[in-house]
Structures are given as C-alpha cells and as structure tokens.
C-alpha cells in the first residue's frame, strides 16, 4: 500500500508535476504493484550477496590519453536555449 | 527479380543473390523502400530516402546490399531518434551507436527507425507515443514489444531484418507473436553505446530476423567488444552459420514449475508439440527446477524501474529535447518530464524513485539485487544437469489492442518466461513452433518458443534452435504481404 501523500512526495523526488487524476490513478497503480512485488519478503535471502551486474569484470580502464570529443557546436546543436557557446536555463528563483 | 521473390528470400538469401549478381544492391533497395513506404502497420517512426539509404552501406561486405530495420532506439547520427517518446521529440543525435555503425560497415543500408513502447517499456507497442503498431497476422492485435515495430516490420514482409533490444523480453516476445526468430545475446555479448539506456544492467541489442542463419549472421557482425562500452566482450571465437541437422546427445530442461497458471491451452500444446520434435531430433528432455524464477517479475519490477528511474533523469529539458515553460528552474524540469513522458514511463519512474528512497531502499532494491542472485544460481544449477532450458516464450499468443492495458500487473506477466533469464543475464532465442486459436477462439496466430543457454554459448544456441527450426518447417508467409497496403 501507498498513500497519496507518499506519492505526491516521490513525485517532486521524481520531478514530475503530476495532475490530480494522476495522482490518483498512480496511488492505486502503485499500490497494487507494490502487493505483488511485497512477495518477495517469501525468498529466503539469508548470507545471499546482491546481484548488480552479471558480468565478472572489474576495473575496465583504456590508457589515459587525450583524445578528441565533441566539438562545442555539435554538443550545443540539440539544446532548446543555446546562448553564448553554453546551455541557457531559466532562473533557479521563481520570479516575484 | 520478379517482387515475390524478393519478399520471399531471407536475408541471407538476399545477400548470395546479390553477391551471384542474380539482383543488384540498388534493384534490392529500391525494392525494400518501396514496401516500407507503404507500411500500414505502423511499424516506421522514420523511413529513409532512396539517397540517405545508400549513404549508410558500404560496400563489399559479406551482406552488402541488404537492407536493415533499426528499432529508434538506436542513436543514429542526423537521423530523428525518439525512443518512441515524445520528450525526445525531433531530437537528431550528434553520433551513431556503435550497432548501427557495425550494420553499416558490413554493407547494409538502413531502411529506417521502427516504432517501439516508449523508451521500451512495454510489451505491446500500445506504449508509443507515436501510435500502436499492428501485428501483421491480425491487425486487431498487437506485435508485443518493446521491439514491435521490428517484429512487425519482418513478419509484415517491411524489411528482411531488423535490430531491436531486449530488457526483459523486448525480443522475444514481440518476435514470438509475430511469427519470427527473436536472439537475445548474452549480457556484454553487443555494444551498448549509442543504445538509449532504459536499465543498464539488463539492456542488450539483438537481431530479429526471418530464420536462425539470418540471426546467427547478424550477431556476428554485431558483436565484439568496444571501447565506448566497458560492459561489453564480444563472444570469443565469434559466430558462424548454423549447420546442425541432429540433437543427438544434448538436453533441454523443462521448467514445469513455472509453466502452468494462466498459459493459454493452444500456446501449451504448440509447446508440447515442439518437445517431441526435440525428442525426435535425438535431444533429451529432462524436467527441471528453477526454484525462485516464480518471483523474477516481481524483482523485476523493482530493479528495472530503479535503474531506469536513474537513467531517465537525463531528461530535464537543459541539453537536448522537449522543453516545457521558462518561469523558474525547477518548474521547468517539472512541466518537461510531465509533458514529455507518458504514462508507462511516468510509472516506472515513480515505482523506481520510491524503491530507491531512504527507508524503502533495503526493503525494495536491496532485497530485490538478492532475490536476483538467487535466480542466477537457479539457472547455475540447471545448466549443471542440462545443455538447454526451454519455455513457451510468452504465456498467450498476441492479445487484442487495448486488451490489457488496464492493469499493469497483467500486461507485465506477458513476460514471465522471459524476465529470469534477462536477470540471469544469460542468452536466449524464440523460435516460431506453429500457430494456435487463442482462447476464446478465433483465428489462428504464431506461438514462440523459447530456449535458453549459459552466457556465451550463443552458437551451441544457434545450432540447436537451427536443427528444430528444420524439424518444425513453420511457414510464415501468410503475413508476408500484409504488411503493406
């Protein structure tokens, strides 16, 4: 179970400005995900390490040399409000 | 070349016919343009012109000349690339991912960018924010996903193959009820780079194609390890085409523990049917435990929208795609993720968001991580007494639009033989084994079945699924032509 307030707070974590119906529908959708998913307190997971990767690979490092990468422009080319070689952003203050 | 010749030969087919100077590359081009053009299921997000499609394949390769589908998952350098979402909306990448670069050095000019579930999360297609996609044998139907499109667009006689990707059966499924040949490779197998990550651990390319040898050529270009990937390593040895007519000597493992609730009656016959073909082969079938692969959907759906709550936080309106509102910092990235995400992704991202946060992270993603350990050792286990495990690749054959979309938990058990062996990370495949009526009854439709092996054995997989391909001879040109108008 979810309550609609823990919603409301996994969506600002989440940044997403949901609107009401949705809040709505998401507490019961995660809800009921959640019922399934509270299953797996059945599996015995005693002394069992966790899984985050399959592969048996550690520390995959190339030599250390400079080399091109994308050039400013081409980085920029896909940028809503490109200004001034950077990317532009509204104000981190709501205006009064 | 008369037209029904060209729909009907593989891709491997296609190839020697070029190469034999039978047909010329630009006679096959022209031909595959023409039927994407005319797609009616809407398989394509983007089709290529005649000129930007020559651009792509170089030749003088082994499979010169033969055009491909690539699912618009794939970064494609000044190319339209949107996941299927519309929070990527008119975004052009600045580069290629290393799988499309690898198709077009070996000669195959890109035919377009295939409709997908949004940033492939879903199995119906119905996830798209550009429109479901319709499967080819019935179009009251859908194609699976996430790689609908791909499936839909080889079954539907669209293109001779297709790539797609696969996270928890994004391959298969989609390749089972379209009537084709689905390979899921084994995790590191392909290169991720340029590949729009939804869960890292998870994700890997593979081919859809017509028959395993067209499966078995593709991976072979595909794979291989690659510096702008350091989870990838290739398969040592590579792959060739299969030639395995026998399967004298080798053993299948049927899970029967897993194959029972809510596996439709036709899909289990097809199934059982397929079992005795191994058994005619010379294989051995050997009935086995995978004790916690009941619990894989459920760990499942903790890590995947974890990982994919993490990797979607690119998106926030400051370097590429969809901006929304300009009033202050925080209620721009706000109104863009909710705008430019849709519902399924919403979803995932919440469910992932409230796994991973403080007081809810041992519970949920902890505890999920070792519920994956436990299923990885289930297969170790196996694949101690077994060569193979094989499944039903999904428990249904295609369902009607809309039939399951109501409830998530439903349209996520489409994958329940196919999630645990995207957590065990090991390779898997489906193979058409016939068609059967749905329940309910109706028209028939194709039925997958699936096989699986330990990590890197992809081509002891390929010469076994190649040998039943031949004993079971599936016909698939009933959807061939369908595909457009």
Same mark, same amino acid.
């Given at each position: 179970?979810?309550?609609?307030?823990?919603?409301?707070?996994?969506?600002?974590?989440?940044?997403?400005?949901?609107?009401?119906?949705?809040?709505?529908?998401?507490?019961?959708?995660?809800s009921?995900?959640?019922?399934?998913?509270?299953?797996?307190?059945?599996?015995?997971?005693?002394?069992v390490?966790?899984?985050?990767?399959?592969?048996?690979?550690?520390?995959v490092?190339r030599?250390?040399?400079?080399?091109?990468?994308?050039?400013?422009?081409?980085?920029?080319?896909?940028?809503p409000?490109?200004?001034?070689g950077?990317?532009?952003?509204p104000?981190?203050?709501?205006?009064? | 070349?008369a037209?029904?010749q060209?729909?009907?030969?593989?891709?491997?087919?296609?190839a020697?016919?070029i190469?034999?100077g039978?047909?010329?590359?630009?006679?096959?081009?022209d031909?595959?343009?023409?039927?994407?053009a005319?797609?009616?299921?809407?398989?394509?997000?983007?089709?290529?012109?005649?000129?930007?499609?020559?651009?792509?394949?170089?030749?003088?390769?082994?499979?010169?000349?033969v055009?491909?589908?690539?699912?618009?998952?794939?970064?494609?350098?000044?190319?339209?690339?949107?996941?299927?979402?519309?929070?990527?909306?008119?975004y052009?990448?600045?580069?290629?991912?290393?799988?499309?670069?690898?198709?077009?050095?070996?000669?195959m000019?890109?035919?377009?960018?295939?409709?997908?579930?949004?940033?492939?999360?879903?199995?119906?297609?119905?996830?798209?924010?550009?429109?479901?996609?319709?499967?080819?044998?019935?179009?009251?139907?859908?194609?699976?996903?996430?790689?609908? $499109?791909? @499936?839909?667009?080889?079954?539907?006689? =669209? #293109? +001779?193959?297709a790539?797609? %990707?696969?996270t928890?059966g994004?391959?298969?499924?989609p390749a089972?009820?379209?009537?084709i040949?689905?390979?899921k490779p084994?995790?590191g197998?392909?290169s991720?780079?340029?590949?729009?990550?939804f869960?890292?651990s998870?994700?890997?390319?593979?081919p859809l194609?017509?028959?395993?040898?067209?499966?078995?050529?593709?991976?072979?270009?595909?794979?291989?390890?690659?510096?702008?990937?350091?989870?990838?390593?290739?398969?040592?040895g590579?792959?060739?085409?299969?030639?395995?007519?026998?399967?004298?000597?080798m053993?299948?493992?049927?899970?029967?523990?897993?194959?029972?609730?809510?596996?439709?009656?036709?899909?289990?016959?097809?199934?059982?049917?397929?079992?005795?073909r191994?058994?005619?082969?010379?294989?051995?079938?050997?009935?086995?435990e995978?004790?916690?692969? $009941?619990h @894989?959907?459920?760990?499942?759906?903790? =890590? #995947? +929208?974890a990982e994919a709550? %993490?990797?979607?936080?690119r998106?926030?309106?400051?370097?590429?795609?969809?901006r929304s509102s300009?009033e202050d910092?925080?209620?721009?990235?706000?109104?863009?993720?909710?705008?430019?995400?849709g519902p399924e992704?919403?979803?995932?991202?919440?469910?992932?968001?409230y796994?991973?946060s403080?007081?809810?992270?041992?519970?949920?993603?902890?505890?999920?991580?070792?519920?994956?350990?436990?299923?990885?050792?289930?297969?170790?286990?196996?694949?101690?007494?077994?060569?193979?495990v094989?499944?039903?690749?999904?428990?249904?054959?295609?369902?009607?639009?809309?039939?399951?979309?109501?409830?998530?938990?439903?349209?996520?058990l489409?994958?329940?033989?196919?999630?645990?062996?995207?957590?065990a990370?090991?390779?898997?495949?489906?193979?058409?084994?016939?068609?059967?009526?749905?329940d309910?009854?109706?028209?028939?439709l194709?039925?997958g079945?699936?096989?699986a092996?330990?990590?890197?054995?992809e081509q002891?997989?390929?010469e076994?699924?190649?040998?039943l391909?031949?004993?079971?001879?599936f016909?698939?040109?009933?959807?061939?032509?369908?595909g457009?108008?």
């Amino acid at each position: 179970m979810i309550e609609r307030e823990q919603v409301l707070h996994v969506a600002r974590l989440s940044r997403l400005r949901l609107s009401d119906e949705e809040v709505d529908t998401l507490t019961g959708e995660l809800s009921s995900v959640l019922d399934h998913v509270d299953k797996l307190a059945e599996v015995d997971i005693e002394g069992v390490e966790p899984t985050s990767h399959v592969l048996p690979l550690e520390n995959v490092l190339r030599t250390d040399e400079p080399r091109p990468s994308l050039e400013r422009e081409v980085a920029l080319s896909q940028a809503p409000d490109p200004h001034d070689g950077a990317f532009r952003v509204p104000s981190p203050q709501a205006e009064a | 070349m008369a037209d029904m010749q060209l729909l009907a030969a593989s891709g491997a087919e296609t190839a020697a016919q070029i190469a034999a100077g039978e047909v010329s590359a630009d006679e096959v081009l022209d031909f595959w343009l023409s039927r994407a053009a005319n797609d009616r299921l809407n398989g394509y997000l983007w089709k290529s012109g005649p000129e930007s499609a020559r651009e792509g394949g170089a030749p003088g390769g082994p499979l010169s000349g033969v055009p491909i589908a690539i699912k618009d998952i794939f970064c494609t350098e000044g190319v339209p690339t949107t996941a299927a979402s519309r929070i990527l909306g008119g975004y052009v990448p600045p580069y290629t991912a290393t799988s499309v670069s690898k198709t077009a050095a070996a000669g195959m000019p890109m035919l377009g960018k295939t409709n997908m579930d949004e940033f492939a999360m879903g199995s119906s297609n119905e996830n798209s924010a550009y429109g479901a996609c319709l499967n080819p044998w019935d179009t009251e139907r859908v194609p699976g996903g996430s790689s609908g $499109g791909s @499936a839909a667009v080889v079954a539907g006689g =669209l #293109a +001779p193959w297709a790539l797609g %990707t696969d996270t928890g059966g994004s391959i298969r499924q989609p390749a089972g009820f379209c009537g084709i040949v689905g390979l899921k490779p084994t995790y590191g197998a392909i290169s991720r780079y340029g590949m729009i990550a939804f869960a890292s651990s998870l994700d890997q390319c593979g081919p859809l194609t017509r028959n395993v040898t067209d499966a078995a050529l593709l991976l072979e270009v595909l794979q291989g390890r690659d510096e702008m990937d350091t989870t990838s390593v290739g398969i040592e040895g590579g792959i060739k085409a299969p030639t395995a007519e026998r399967l004298d000597g080798m053993t299948f493992g049927v899970p029967r523990g897993l194959i029972g609730e809510g596996i439709e009656a036709g899909v289990l016959a097809r199934f059982e049917d397929t079992l005795i073909r191994i058994a005619e082969l010379g294989g051995e079938i050997v009935d086995i435990e995978l004790p916690h692969a $009941g619990h @894989a959907i459920s760990a499942y759906y903790v =890590l #995947a +929208p974890a990982e994919a709550s %993490t990797n979607l936080s690119r998106y926030d309106g400051v370097r590429y795609g969809l901006r929304s509102s300009d009033e202050d910092l925080l209620s721009m990235y706000e109104l863009t993720r909710e705008e430019g995400f849709g519902p399924e992704v919403k979803r995932r991202i919440m469910l992932g968001t409230y796994a991973l946060s403080s007081g809810y992270y041992d519970a949920y993603y902890g505890r999920a991580q070792k519920v994956r350990t436990r299923i990885v050792e289930d297969f170790d286990s196996a694949f101690a007494k077994v060569d193979f495990v094989v499944t039903p690749t999904s428990p249904t054959v295609a369902f009607r639009l809309g039939e399951k979309t109501a409830d998530p938990w439903t349209m996520y058990l489409s994958d329940v033989f196919t999630v645990p062996i995207s957590l065990a990370g090991i390779p898997a495949i489906s193979i058409p084994a016939g068609l059967a009526e749905p329940d309910g009854g109706g028209p028939e439709l194709p039925v997958g079945f699936q096989i699986a092996a330990p990590a890197f054995s992809e081509q002891k997989l390929i010469e076994a699924s190649h040998a039943l391909e031949q004993a079971i001879g599936f016909d698939g040109s009933a959807a061939l032509e369908g595909g457009a108008r």
